[in-house]
C-alpha cells in the first residue's frame, strides 16, 4: 500500500438523543435550534471545499414525527439496569409538548446523503449503550437492524459505525460485521481514552487537557498499521475532537493551533489525521465555530498543496486500506 496524508472527519449527529441523559432539553432549546441551522452551512462548505466527511447519525433522527418514530422501534430494546439511559422513554416525556425539532430531523439526513463526497454512517438506532449493564449483544444486534431499515429510506446503505460514547468491545464488532458494517471509528490509544464507561475524573482531567497541549502520544497513524482482522470491521483510531468555542479566547486559540500542527505533523509523515465532534457543539457560538472550521479547511488545503494530503471518509479509508 502506498502511503498518504490522509484527513477524515466523522461527526456524531445526534441533536437531544446524544445528551438526554445528561441535560434537561428544557435548558437547550435554542442550541438545537442553532445546531439544525448550522448543519446546511457545514453541508455546503464540505461540498465548496471538497471534504469528504463521515456522518454518524442516529436513527431515530430519520423519522418524521412520534407516530413515525412508534412504527420503527427494533423488537428487542435495551433493558439497562438504569433504565434513564434508554431513549424510549423519550416518547413518555416529550411527545405531548411539540418540541419534535429537537428529536427528528429526516429533512437534514436526506440533505446530508444528498450532499456530494458525504457519507451516511449510523451512530445505533438508540444512541445505544454498548457497555452498560443489563443490554444484551442481541438487543444491540436488534438496534442496528432498525438503524439499517430506516437507511434504507434514503436508499442508502449503512457500511460506517461510530458508537456512543465510545463504548464497545470484540463481541459487538462482531455483530456489527456480521450487520455489513465495514469500517467503526475506535478510540485513541492514550491510557485516558481506554475507560469510558465509569470515565473518571482523572481521565477527563487528561483527555481535556490533551486537546490544548500535548500530554498524550501523537495523535496521527499510517494506514499501513491499521489491521484487518477477519470477521471485525476495519477500527479507524480517532485523533482529536474539536472540543466546543467556549468563551475563554485563549483557550480557543490553544485548540485551534494544536489541531493545525497536528495536520501538519500528519501529512509530513504521510499519516492520517481522524477529527471528530457533534454538530450540536457548535450550538453555543455557531458563527464562531464555522469561522474556526473554515481556518481548518483551510489550512487542510494548504497541506494539500504542500503534501498531496487527502481527504476521505471512513468508508473510503477502509477500501483504501482493503485494496492495499
Known amino acids: 500500500m502506498q502511503t498518504i496524508p490522509v484527513f477524515t472527519i466523522s461527526l456524531d449527529f445526534e ?5 438526554f441523559d445528561k441535560v434537561d432539553l428544557e435548558s437547550r432549546y435554542q442550541y438545537f435550534r442553532n445546531t439544525r441551522n448550522v448543519i446546511p452551512k457545514l453541508l455546503s462548505l464540505f461540498e465548496q471545499e471538497q471534504v469528504h466527511v463521515t456522518w454518524a447519525t442516529v436513527g431515530m433522527l430519520f423519522a418524521k414525527d412520534w407516530s413515525d418514530w412508534s412504527s420503527m422501534v427494533p423488537e428487542h430494546q435495551p433493558t439497562y439496569l438504569n433504565p434513564l439511559l434508554s431513549a424510549y422513554n423519550q416518547i413518555n416525556l416529550h411527545a405531548e409538548k411539540q418540541l419534535q425539532d429537537n428529536f427528528f430531523a429526516p429533512e437534514l439526513v436526506k440533505l446530508i446523503a444528498q450532499t456530494p463526497h458525504q457519507e451516511l454512517a449510523t451512530h445505533t438506532f438508540s444512541h445505544y449503550y454498548c457497555k452498560e449493564q443489563g443490554q444484551t449483544v442481541e438487543q444491540f444486534r436488534s438496534d442496528l437492524r432498525a438503524a439499517k431499515q430506516v437507511a434504507e429510506q434514503v ?3 449503512m457500511r460506517s459505525l461510530v458508537f456512543p460514547r465510545n463504548q464497545y468491545n470484540q463481541d459487538y464488532l462482531k455483530v456489527c460485521f456480521d450487520e455489513g458494517i465495514t ?3 475506535s478510540n485513541p490509544q492514550d491510557w485516558f481514552w481506554k475507560d469510558t464507561v465509569e ?6 482531567v487528561f483527555r481535556t487537557g490533551d486537546g490544548y497541549f500535548p500530554l498524550g502520544k501523537r495523535t496521527s497513524f499510517n494506514l499501513t498499521s491499521l489491521s484487518k482482522t477477519e470477521g471485525l470491521p476495519l477500527s479507524i483510531p480517532a485523533s482529536r475532537f474539536l472540543r466546543p468555542v467556549g468563551s475563554k479566547a485563549i483557550l480557543n486559540n490553544l485548540r485551534l493551533k494544536r489541531i493545525l500542527s497536528e495536520m501538519t505533523e500528519a501529512a509530513k509523515r504521510k499519516e492520517c489525521y481522524h477529527l471528530w465532534w457533534h454538530p450540536h457543539n457548535f450550538g453555543n457560538y455557531p458563527e464562531q465555530s464555522m469561522a474556526d472550521l473554515r481556518v481548518i479547511i483551510n489550512h487542510y488545503n494548504k497541506l494539500q498543496e504542500q503534501y498531496g494530503m487527502v481527504s476521505m471518509t471512513m468508508q473510503e479509508i477502509q477500501e483504501y486500506v482493503k485494496e492495499g
Open 183 to 185: 469500517s467503526v471509528r
Open 155 to 157: 436508499g442508502v446503505p
Open 15 to 19: 441533536l437531544y438523543w446524544g445528551v
Open 199 to 204: 470515565d473518571k475524573l482523572l481521565n477527563k
